[in-house]
């Protein structure tokens, strides 16, 4: 019988040591990642943030990494930007826990009040047709595919760039960003919990999963995208809200962002 028990590096990501893990394939070349210290102004962290290959991987190896996730416990992501912030450790690890203390609706409502606030009136156009009332969450999209082959899809496309894997110790997509410690929001929203929040709420509404992350850059496949007008102005909203500069350094207004996202399978952000 073959032995698939998770390998000894792999289980010190873990508190209760692994227990029970299991991965059956090959683990390439890498190390683990540990917080710095000084950049956390925290004291050594009790287990490491992630894993971190050598070597770039295949879209494939991406693929079995999350088909084992269920029995591994470790959520893949392809790491953008190697040298900074993974392979220094620039990384703010969460209990994912609090991440049950938010929800989308609480994010969504304070951070567009807080924008409106700040807004000049002539300003208030790129976010017709709802102006200064925050609409919410938008209802779920309908399934298109399988969430999980949408995501191997994604992440074989963005294997292209030739992207390390990480591993991270985490039950979803969305728990893996504050487990790690992401930080690519930063100068939008200091803290990740609440918006790990959103993204556990996308995962639930449109099939999305989260394939890849960067210095400031998240990479989200999406198996249930909106597919008319109306549905997709209200995921632009939604968007808006989670990262402003797709819109306000791309189309402008929510009118021409919400023309780039429908029918998409995949949602891209980049936060200036």
Known sequence: MNDHRLPKE???????GGRGRSLGASLPPG?????????????????????????????EDWALMRAWHPHSGLWPLLLDESAQPWAVGQVVPDDPRQIDH???????TEVWQEWVAQMPADAME??????????????????????????????????ARGLPLGL???????????????????????????????????????????????FNTLELSVAAPPVDPEHALHVAAEHW???????????GDLRGYAEQIIGGHAWSFWWD
């Open 168 to 214: 991270v110790a985490a039950g979803r997509g969305a728990d893996a960003l504050a487990v790690m410690g992401w930080q690519g929001a930063l100068h939008h929203n200091e803290w990740m919990v609440p918006m790990a929040a959103v993204v556990r709420s996308w995962e639930e509404r449109f099939g999305a999963r989260v394939v890849s992350v960067g």
């Open 102 to 108: 938010f929800t989308p609706e609480g994010f969504m």
């Open 31 to 59: 190390e683990l990642v540990w917080p710095d210290p000084g950049y956390t102004g925290q004291g050594r962290a009790v287990t490491p943030a992630f894993w971190m290959s050598s070597d770039p991987v295949a879209g």
């Open 126 to 159: 790129e976010l017709e047709p709802y102006g200064a009332i925050c609409p919410g969450p938008a209802p779920p999209g309908e399934l298109r595919a399988d969430p999980e082959a949408v995501a191997d899809w994604y992440a074989d496309r963005l294997a």
């Open 10 to 16: 792999l289980c010190r990501l873990f508190p209760d």
């Open 241 to 251: 809200t989670f990262c402003p500069d797709n819109v306000v350094q791309g189309p």
